[in-house]
């Protein structure tokens, strides 16, 4: 692994830095490489953005991270025998939408929204139950169209 370029390698960082100093590395890279704030040709910003923006989502995700960092020891205890990209696997895990496991837990605001909703929800129904009761209609009332 001496010789492949790694994601801290990319971002500058070391591999026990923590998600501010990734940050602070990312933003600080971002604004150099950006093809729009850069003196660099537009293609080789773009693929340098491109790399810088692939390692920050890897590590920043503590389980795509943690993923990594076991790639990582694993190929650096046996020899390489071929140039095998590492970063592969971990990119086609970043870019799935199957990440049933790797969810993010609700925030508060967001458990907030879902519990007004159910109170809606059972307001709406309660009310529904109270008018109808109040206007003479069974709940169970058999359709007319049905009556024939």
């Known amino acids: 692994m ?18 501010q100093e990734l940050r602070k590395a990312f933003c600080k890279l971002s604004i150099e490489l950006h093809p729009d704030t850069t003196s660099l040709e537009l293609e ?60 993010r837990p609700f925030s508060n605001g967001e458990m907030f929204s879902l519990f007004l909703l159910m109170i809606i929800i059972v307001l709406s129904l309660s009310l529904a139950i109270v008018i109808a009761s109040f206007t003479g209609k069974e709940l169970g009332s058999i359709p007319t169209w049905l009556l024939k």
């Open 44 to 103: 080789d910003a773009k693929n340098k953005f491109q790399k810088v923006l692939e390692a920050y989502e890897n590590l920043n995700n503590s389980n795509l991270r943690k993923l990594y960092d076991d790639k990582l020891q694993v190929n650096s205890k046996k020899p390489n025998k071929t140039n095998l990209n590492v970063l592969d696997p971990l990119v086609m895990d970043a870019n799935s939408h199957q990440l049933v496991g790797n969810r």
């Open 2 to 19: 001496k010789g492949e370029i790694t994601y801290y390698k990319i971002l500058g960082v070391n591999e026990n830095a923590s998600n």
